[in-house]
């Protein structure tokens, strides 16, 4: 079970970003899939789920509103859309599977 998330970068307040976790060694449809996200000298949070079937996604009251996650299965890619970003969205964010396995993460600045 391999994770690689992508798609990271610099962008100033407001913007939009789109991170692709493009997934190996497994179904989407095997297992339910999170976005993270981990800030300097901050813990871990949670930012969005899928479950595997598609059919239910969370999200925490920081980012609901502005964040989307979707996934292709035949692709086997999850993404993450986010809009209307805010600094206190910089962070290294990084995708995983309930198996427990992580990929290593991307790095997304909002500033301006």
């Known amino acids: 079970v391999q994770l690689q998330a992508s798609g990271g970068g610099l962008v100033q307040p407001g913007g939009s970003l789109r991170l692709s976790c493009a997934t190996s060694g497994f179904s989407l449809d095997e297992y339910d899939i999170g976005w993270f996200r981990q800030a300097p000298g901050k813990g871990r949070e949670g930012v969005s789920c899928?479950?595997?079937?598609?059919?239910?996604?969370y999200y925490p009251d920081s980012v609901r509103g502005r964040f989307t996650i979707s996934k292709d299965n035949s692709k086997h890619i999850v993404y993450l859309q986010m809009n209307n970003l805010k600094p206190e969205d910089t962070a290294v964010y990084y995708c995983?599977?309930?198996?427990?396995?992580r990929g290593q993460g991307t790095l997304v600045t909002v500033s301006s």
């Open positions: 995983a599977a309930a198996s427990g396995s």
């Open positions: 899928i479950s595997s079937s598609g059919g239910i996604t």
